[in-house]
């Protein structure tokens, strides 16, 4: 009935996301600043914590799998700490070795 084009896959458009893409620049930027840029008292994002900022801030109610899937989209990893630049800090290392010599020689008997 319509030749070759009438062979042609038309997929539907779907459903709307949950979280407009208006707003996504926002919620990176919460990835990037971090609970604690935001005011709250975590040390790193969860999506469920993700989730729950957003209705409290915006109204918008999503699922933490929905939020995990935003996020991905979006090329963030909320779980991840947002301080990577720091592991390499030479002063960081050196506390940390002394900090790991001074726990293994109080636990020698």
Same mark, same amino acid.
């Given at each position: 009935?319509?030749? $070759?084009?009438? $062979? ?7 459903? /709307? ?6 707003? +996504? #620049?926002?919620?990176?930027?919460? @990835? *990037?600043?971090?609970? +604690?840029? %935001? ?9 469920? &914590? $993700?989730? @729950?900022?957003?209705?409290? =801030? *915006? !109204?918008?109610? @999503?699922? &933490?799998?929905?939020?995990? =899937?935003? %996020? ?5 990893? #909320?779980?991840? #700490? ?5 592991? !390499?800090? #030479?002063?960081?290392?050196?506390? +940390?070795?002394?900090?790991?010599? /001074?726990? *293994? ?5």
């Amino acid at each position: 009935m319509g030749g $070759l084009d009438g $062979l042609t896959i038309r997929w539907a458009p779907g459903r /709307t996301p949950h979280i407009p893409e208006t707003l +996504a #620049p926002e919620s990176v930027a919460w @990835v *990037k600043q971090g609970p +604690a840029g %935001c005011g709250l008292d975590r040390a790193n994002w969860t999506a469920a &914590e $993700l989730a @729950v900022s957003l209705y409290q =801030t *915006k !109204g918008i109610g @999503v699922s &933490e799998r929905t939020m995990r =899937t935003f %996020c991905t989209k979006h090329g963030r990893r #909320p779980y991840r #700490p947002t301080y990577q630049d720091l592991k !390499g800090d #030479p002063a960081q290392q050196e506390a +940390a070795d002394q900090d790991l010599e /001074t726990f *293994k020689k109080s636990r020698r008997r």
